[in-house]
């Protein structure tokens, strides 16, 4: 009998509008194509059917991240960076998450999304402090 491996990888995809079907169809083929081609056999679907990616608060995500906590996941692949969010700060902050318990996130496509954000992050830190000295602020 072959082993499960301890950490399942977690296919994620989303569709802010109900009647999107087709949109939200190829996605999961893209994700499950992934999974096939890369030899992954321990995943789970997390899905939000119409859910704005400019909030965080959605209830697959939510159970993803729960699962996160427990250990459960060893990786995250989507289809691209704004199945996260389309909002800037939340995909930061979803990756600080998911850095927080080791956890990859990918494209379909092999795009590194935490290297990436890691990138964004540091810009973002360095924005932000310019603009706390040009307002002359207290940088702690």
Not at 18 to 28: A, E, S, V
Not at 37 to 60: E, I, M, Q, W
Not at 62 to 79: C, H, L, W
Request: hydrophobic share 40%.
């Amino acid at each position: 009998m072959k082993q499960q491996p301890d950490k399942m990888t977690a296919y994620y995809y989303r569709a802010a509008h109900i009647n999107t079907d087709l949109n939200l169809d190829n996605q999961m083929y893209r994700l499950l194509h992934h999974a096939m081609t890369n030899g992954v056999t321990a995943y789970t679907l997390y899905v939000d059917d119409g859910f704005s990616g400019l909030s965080l608060d959605r209830p697959a995500l939510n159970e993803m991240q729960i699962a996160m906590a427990q250990g459960r996941i060893g990786k995250i692949v989507v289809t691209d960076i704004s199945r996260i969010s389309r909002n800037t700060v939340h995909t930061l902050l979803f990756s600080e998450y998911a850095a927080k318990y080791d956890i990859g996130i990918e494209t379909v496509g092999g795009e590194d999304l935490r290297a990436i954000l890691d990138k964004s992050r540091k810009l973002y830190e360095a924005l932000n402090f310019a603009w706390l000295l040009m307002k002359g602020g207290d940088c702690k």
